[in-house]
T-cell receptor, first 114, second 112 residues
Framework: SAVISQKPSRDICQRGTSLTIQCQVD?????MFWYRQQPGQSLTLIAT?????????ESGFVIDKFPISRPNLTFSTLTVSNMSPEDSSIYLC???????????FGSGTQLSVL | GENVEQHPSTLSVQEGDSAVIKCTYS??????FPWYKQELGKRPQLIID?????GEKKDQRIAVTLNKTAKHFSLHITETQPEDSAVYFC???????????FGTGTSLTVIP
C-alpha cells in the first residue's frame, strides 16, 4: 500500500471562506483523485488531479469551486472555495500506483462549515 | 458511464454467521472490482479485489465472486466477528488510469 498523508484532518470554517487540503504520497503515483463523502453516503469523485495540467472534473463539480493543483507526482491540493454549509463533508485524497492499479485512500479531511 | 448498485444497504448477522453483499455493474468493459471496508471515522481500506479473468478469490474469511456474464460480484464473509462491523463499499473500474465507480455502501453489524 501507499503512505498517504492528508492534512488538515479536520477543520471548522466560516461560510464564504476557503480551505486548502493537502495530500502527500510517499512515492510517485500515476493517478491522484479527490473524493467527497457526505455523511452516511458513498464516495463521489470530484476530479482527477493531473500532473502538470488542469484537473479533470466530474459532472457537478467545477474548477472555480474546487481548484486543484498537482505540481509533481507525489503531491496535490484541493481547495474548497467560498464555502457554504452544504460543503460540510469528508474530503478524501486517493492514489493509484502504476505497479498494481489498486486505489488507496488518505485519512481524509472532515470539513464543517458554519 | 458505469453504474454500480449495491445491496443490501444494511445487514445484521449473528457472530459466527456468514454475510453476503452483492453488487451489479453496467459497463461490460469494467475489469477490476475491489471491495473496501470503512470503519467509523476511518478511511476506506482495500480488503480484497478481483479481476475479470478470475471467477473467485479468497483470503482467509473473506471471498469475492464474479459473474461477468450477469455483471455482478459479491463479497462473502464467513465466521463473522464483531470487528467485521463496518460499512463495505464495492467498486468497479476499467483498469489502470481509469476512474473507480463506487456502490452506495452496506452497513454491516455483527451482533455478539
Amino acid at each position: 500500500s501507499a503512505v498517504i498523508s492528508q492534512k488538515p484532518s479536520r477543520d471548522i470554517c466560516q461560510r464564504g471562506t476557503s480551505l486548502t487540503i493537502q495530500c502527500q504520497v510517499d512515492s510517485q503515483v500515476t493517478m491522484m483523485f479527490w473524493y467527497r463523502q457526505q455523511p452516511g453516503q458513498s464516495l463521489t469523485l470530484i476530479a482527477t488531479a493531473n500532473q502538470g495540467s488542469e484537473a479533470t472534473y466530474e459532472s457537478g463539480f467545477v474548477i472555480d469551486k474546487f481548484p486543484i493543483s498537482r505540481p509533481n507526482l507525489t503531491f496535490s491540493t484541493l481547495t474548497v472555495s467560498n464555502m457554504s454549509p452544504e460543503d460540510s463533508s469528508i474530503y478524501l485524497c486517493s492514489v493509484e500506483r502504476a505497479t498494481n492499479e489498486k486505489l488507496f485512500f488518505g485519512s481524509g479531511t472532515q470539513l464543517s462549515v458554519l | 458511464g458505469e453504474n454500480v448498485e449495491q445491496h443490501p444497504s444494511t445487514l445484521s448477522v449473528q457472530e459466527g454467521d456468514s454475510a453476503v453483499i452483492k453488487c451489479t455493474y453496467s459497463d461490460s468493459a469494467s475489469n477490476y472490482f475491489p471491495w473496501y471496508k470503512q470503519e467509523l471515522g476511518k478511511r476506506p481500506q482495500l480488503i480484497i479485489d478481483i479481476r475479470s479473468n478470475v471467477g473467485e478469490k479468497k483470503d482467509q474469511r473473506i471471498a469475492v465472486t464474479l459473474n461477468k456474464t450477469a455483471k455482478h460480484f459479491s463479497l462473502h464473509i464467513t465466521e463473522t466477528q464483531p470487528e467485521d462491523s463496518a460499512v463495505y463499499f464495492c467498486a468497479a473500474s476499467k483498469g489502470s488510469r481509469n476512474q473507480f465507480y463506487f456502490g452506495t455502501g452496506t452497513s454491516l453489524t455483527v451482533i455478539p
